[in-house]
C-alpha cells in the first residue's frame, strides 16, 4: 500500500513538473507511514553580474540567491569560442554557499559568466551575465632626467621625463613622487615633462611615480616608475679655497716666498659641497699689501688629482717684486668661491751686484 502511494506520488510529481516546463526540480518525502510528500522548485540564481578589473585578471561576480539552493558554482565562458571553464575555485563538487566571488588570474579576452544553482543532484543554471572585458595589461612608465639636463645643476627648475608604455589620461602634479621641490608635469599622451622649482636647498633630487596614480582610458592603474637615472644633483653651494701653495726649483723664504726668473707651480686644495670642484683659477696682485680678489689671472687648473696645479711655465711675472696670489675655485655645477686668502709672492730676478773688492785703494 505504501509503494504504491509512492508510486503515485512519484508519478504526480513528474507529471506536474512536466507540465509546468521546469526541467530542475528536487522532492523529497517525509515519513513511511503517513505518506506525505513535498515538492518545490530550484530556482536558477538571478541578477549575475561579472566587473571587469581594468589592468587585472581579477573579475568579481556576484548573484541573487536561489531560495531552495544549498549552494553555487560558477562558470566562466569565453565568449570568442564559448569554451567553459570553471570559475572562482568552484565546481559542482565544491559548489560555495556565498552569493558573489572573485574569478582570478583571468587571461585578457571577452566573457561572460552563469552561476549554477545546486541542492542534491539538481540543478538550475541561471542566464548568462553580462560581458566582461578583461585586459591585465598596466601602463608602465620610465621617469628620467630630461635630455639636456645638467647635472649637478645650480639652476632651476630641475627637468625630468616621464615616458608611459601607453596613453594615460590623467596624470598630474600631484601624481610624482619628489624628494624635494614641487612639480609641474606638461604633455599629453604617452610623454611628459616633470619640472621642478620650489628647492629651496643644495641636495639631490629625486623624481618618480608610485603604482596606480594614473590610469590609462580603460581605468587601468600604471606600475610603479622605473628609471636609468632619475636623480639630479642641485648644488648651490659654492666651493672654498684656500690660500694657494707655490713651489719652484729655487725658492727662499715662505713669507713672502722668494723665486728667481723660473716657472712657478701653483697648487689649491679646494673642496666642494654636493658636487666637485671643476677648476681653480690663479690670479695676482702686484704689492704686499691690500686687497687682492682676482687681479690679473695667471692660469686654470682642471687637474684635481694634482691639487689643481698650475705651472706658470715662466717666471710668474716680469716685473720684479712683491705680489700676492689668490685662487678662486668653480664647483661642477658652475658656482665659484670666493677669492682664497693671499699668498705673498716675491719675484727677484735680479741677480746680486758684486763690487771688485779693492786692494790697497786699487781695483
Ligand atoms: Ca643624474
Ligand atoms: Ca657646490
Not at 726649483?249 to 728667481?260: R, S
Amino acid at each position: 500500500m505504501i509503494r504504491r502511494r509512492l508510486l503515485l506520488l512519484l508519478a504526480t510529481t513528474v507529471a506536474l513538473l512536466t507540465a509546468a516546463g521546469v526541467a530542475l526540480a528536487f522532492w523529497t518525502t517525509s515519513g513511511t507511514g503517513a505518506g506525505s510528500a513535498m515538492t518545490g522548485t530550484l530556482a536558477p540564481p538571478t541578477n549575475v553580474t561579472a566587473v571587469a578589473t581594468p589592468g587585472s585578471g581579477t573579475v568579481p561576480v556576484s548573484w541573487s540567491a536561489s531560495s531552495q539552493a544549498t549552494g553555487y558554482y560558477v562558470l566562466r565562458i569565453r565568449n570568442s569560442d564559448s569554451s567553459s571553464t570553471a570559475a572562482c575555485g568552484t565546481s559542482a563538487a565544491q559548489p560555495t554557499t556565498a552569493i558573489s566571488c572573485d574569478d582570478l588570474a583571468v587571461a585578457d579576452g571577452i566573457y561572460h559568466y552563469v552561476v549554477i544553482a545546486v541542492r542534491g543532484s539538481w540543478t538550475a543554471t541561471s542566464a548568462s551575465s553580462n560581458d566582461v572585458t578583461v585586459n591585465n595589461t598596466r601602463p608602465a612608465v620610465t621617469v628620467n632626467q630630461a635630455a639636456g639636463q645638467t647635472d649637478p645643476t645650480k639652476t632651476a627648475p630641475i627637468n625630468f621625463t616621464a615616458v608611459f608604455t601607453t596613453p594615460v589620461t590623467d596624470f598630474t602634479s600631484a601624481d610624482v613622487t619628489l624628494t624635494a621641490g614641487t612639480a609641474t608635469v606638461t604633455g599629453s599622451g604617452t610623454t611628459y615633462n616633470i619640472a621642478v622649482s620650489g628647492l629651496t636647498s643644495s641636495g639631490s633630487v629625486t623624481a618618480s611615480i608610485a603604482a596606480n596614480t594614473v590610469h590609462d582610458a580603460a581605468g587601468a592603474g600604471n606600475t610603479a616608475s622605473t628609471s636609468t637615472d632619475n636623480t639630479v644633483t642641485y648644488d648651490v653651494t659654492p666651493p672654498t679655497a684656500p690660500a694657494p701653495g707655490a713651489t719652484a726649483t729655487t725658492v727662499f723664504g715662505t713669507n713672502p716666498l722668494y723665486v728667481n726668473n723660473e716657472p712657478v707651480i701653483l697648487t689649491d686644495a679646494a673642496t666642494d659641497a654636493h658636487s666637485a670642484v671643476a677648476s681653480v683659477t690663479y690670479y695676482y696682485c702686484p704689492g704686499s699689501t691690500g686687497t687682492c680678489t682676482t687681479g690679473t689671472s695667471i692660469g686654470t687648473s682642471t687637474t684635481a688629482a694634482g691639487n689643481f696645479a698650475f705651472n706658470t711655465n715662466a717666471p710668474l711675472v716680469g716685473t720684479d717684486g712683491p705680489y700676492r696670489v689668490v685662487a678662486v675655485a668653480t664647483d661642477t655645477a658652475g658656482n665659484t668661491s670666493a677669492p682664497s686668502a693671499a699668498t705673498p709672492i716675491s719675484v727677484d730676478t735680479t741677480p746680486p751686484t758684486v763690487t771688485r773688492p779693492t786692494v790697497n785703494g786699487h781695483s
